[in-house]
């Protein structure tokens, strides 16, 4: 099966694709009718069609329901996830639309509340974006590359818009202010990486044994990076935290909207590269060069990279992927499983040490994208 879309870009969704969105449409709606129903009342909508699940939604249970205004996506928020939190996507959310900037709209209720609490259970609404994801797609090297530009413009017109903005809430993620320290500090990754070894000795999985026998290691050289890292000076912005084609609807080659606000948090910009830059492996799990320095270029000519930033980008690189895998290892136990985030874990620590390993590839990527730029 393949489509050539209106945008001329030629993708082949892949069978991991086809399933899930073949699943999504099978099962009953992730979230009861009821229960839409009374949300919509909260925005003074009717339900003018059934609901249907949102393909291939991740951490949340996301509907696409068809309204008397249209078409609206309905989402349902983790458990665990705070007000404050939720205030704080929502805030950065409301300050795009206000200098109209691409990124999911939220929608109000006609007292102004972007939010409706049900059941104990946290909802929101947010007009529908038109486009195509592009993940899970077989696609020409032209086209990808393509797209990796129109994600590296986006990516840093998105860091150069939230630069100064600084949102209600609080999130569990990231700095607590421009000047101050992280909400999780090295006391407290010591603390749960403690605790994950413990917990993790009854688990017959060789990703977990990994993780015990490496569990110092890791805690010494994220001690190591506090230490240096606390004494530089770098740009600190509202990062997206989980930026990627998965989180981005494309209206054309050349302009798309980010999605998923929730990981949205104040760190350094280099921080939203390494997590989206660390996503670009093939099969073997080698890492896209061709798409990284594309999407980087892009990046470079709309937000320039300082010498200072180049410069520390392999310790930034390093220290990230392993509070990524310490994440990975708490949300197992947060979650009871799956087990799949155990090897996620593992595979953060062996990628925090890629740029350690190929010393030459940020002086080569450097070089790259300022003559691009």
């Known amino acids: 099966m393949n489509t050539m879309t209106r945008f001329d870009i030629l993708y082949f969704p892949r069978p991991a694709r086809l399933s899930a969105g073949i699943t999504s449409r099978l099962r009953s709606a992730d979230i009861e009718p009821q229960v839409v129903q009374s949300v919509l009342a909260h925005y003074g909508l009717e339900l003018a069609a059934p609901s249907r699940n949102m393909p291939n939604a991740r951490r949340n249970r996301n509907l696409i329901v068809r309204t008397d205004d249209g078409p609206k996506v309905l989402k349902l928020y983790r458990a665990d996830w705070s007000a404050d939190t939720i205030a704080y996507e929502h805030s950065i959310l409301q300050f795009l639309a206000g200098t109209n900037f691409?990124?999911?709209?939220?929608?109000?209720?006609?007292?102004?509340a972007t939010r409706v609490q049900l059941g104990g259970r946290t909802y929101c609404m947010f007009e529908f974006v038109e486009g195509l994801n592009y993940s899970w797609t077989f696609l020409f090297r032209p086209h990808r590359m393509k797209l990796m530009r129109t994600a590296g413009r986006t990516l840093a017109l998105l860091h150069r818009q939230l630069l100064d903005f600084t949102p209600r809430g609080s999130h569990h993620l990231g700095f607590v202010s421009h000047q101050g320290g992280r909400v999780r500090d090295i006391d407290w990754h010591v603390r749960k990486v403690t605790e994950?070894?413990?917990?993790?000795?009854?688990?017959?999985?060789?990703?977990?044994?990994?993780l015990?026998?490496?569990?110092?290691?890791?805690?010494?050289?994220?001690?190591?990076?506090?230490?240096?890292?606390?004494g530089v000076s770098l740009p600190r912005t509202i990062i997206h935290g989980d930026f990627g084609l998965h989180n981005i609807i494309f209206q054309g080659g050349d302009h798309a909207t980010p999605m998923d606000f929730e990981l949205a948090r104040l760190e350094w910009r280099l921080s939203d590269l390494v997590s989206c830059l660390s996503k670009l492996r093939n099969s073997m799990g080698e890492h896209d060069m061709e798409s990284i320095t594309q999407l980087?270029?892009?990046?470079q000519r709309e937000f320039p990279i300082s010498d200072q930033e180049w410069q520390w980008f392999p310790q930034v690189w390093k220290y990230y992927k392993l509070a990524k895998a310490v994440q990975y290892w708490s949300s197992y136990f947060e979650t009871d499983g799956p087990a799949h985030k155990l090897y996620l874990a593992h595979d953060a620590v062996n990628q925090a040490g890629w740029l350690g390993r190929h010393p030459l590839t940020v002086p080569g990527l450097k070089s790259w994208v300022r003559w691009e730029a």
């Open 196 to 210: 994950f070894k413990e917990r993790s000795r009854h688990l017959d999985d060789p990703n977990a044994r990994w």
């Open 102 to 112: 691409p990124a999911p709209r939220l929608l109000a209720s006609p007292g102004g």
């Open 296 to 299: 980087l270029g892009a990046y």
């Open 212 to 230: 015990i026998a490496h569990a110092d290691g890791i805690l010494r050289d994220m001690s190591d990076l506090t230490d240096k890292l606390g």
